[in-house]
């Protein structure tokens, strides 16, 4: 599992243009309360389609922490897996694949990869994401982490809350943002939506 490979880093957009299809077939035939459950059927067989299942017991992994919706494994002395179960995506699992891109374009320092899909260890299905080990002196404090996103022309909505005219980005606390040993900060785990969506639905 080699995050620089090809097919890899194009996983990420064929399975969002794949979803998109997917949705698009339903039309109106599709039911609120069936949607991700459809949509999550569509992801599998994208995955059987791509042959991008991973066999997670062919992998060195060590397991670290988990989360609401992260299983998260060391891996080597370079990268971190994380077994995503897509919990936070609400109703329509594009919410994922918005947040991640949009991950990679404003903390393009330490980027998600998507690699595959497997089951974690609560049998949940799983995108399973790539993302480089930080070497972290600490956590970053609330003022840097404002700082930060205020540099980018994000305006703070509360110290863990931002803003810009497409996403908003929150969660940015302590835990999930470091300051590496190089002096530089890290947004590892934040939350990220477009402007003006439902909130209920996430």
């Given amino acids: 599992m080699d995050g620089n490979d090809t097919a890899i880093n194009s996983l990420l957009e064929n399975a969002t243009a794949f979803l998109k299809r997917c949705q698009a077939a339903a039309g109106e035939a599709g039911s609120p309360e069936n949607g991700q459950r459809d ?11 791509q042959e991008a299942w ?15 919706e992260n299983e ?14 897509l919990a936070y995506a609400g109703d329509d699992l594009l919410n994922f694949f918005t947040r991640i891109k949009a991950h990679n374009r404003y903390f393009c320092n330490i980027p998600y990869q998507m690699v595959g899909f497997a089951y ?11 993302q480089d080990y930080v070497r972290a002196e600490r956590e970053a404090t609330p003022k ?4 930060y ?6 305006v703070t909505d509360y110290l863990d809350e931002y ?3 497409e996403y908003e980005i929150f969660d940015a606390v302590p835990n999930n943002v470091l ?4 002096g530089q900060l890290y947004f590892i785990d934040t939350q990220i939506r477009l402007r003006g969506l439902d909130h209920s639905e996430i």
């Fill in 39 to 49: 949509q999550l059927d569509c992801l599998k067989d994208f995955a059987f389609e």
């Fill in 54 to 68: 991973i066999d997670l017991s062919t992998l060195s992994l060590s397991f670290l922490s988990k989360g609401g």
């Fill in 72 to 85: 998260v494994y060391y891996y080597g002395n370079q990268y971190v897996v994380k077994l995503n179960n």
């Fill in 120 to 130: 974690n260890q609560e049998g949940e299905f799983c995108v399973v994401l790539l």
């Fill in 144 to 147: 840097e982490i404002q700082t």
């Fill in 149 to 154: 996103m205020e540099k980018m022309g994000f």
């Fill in 163 to 165: 803003h810009n005219d």
């Fill in 179 to 182: 300051y590496g040993i190089d």
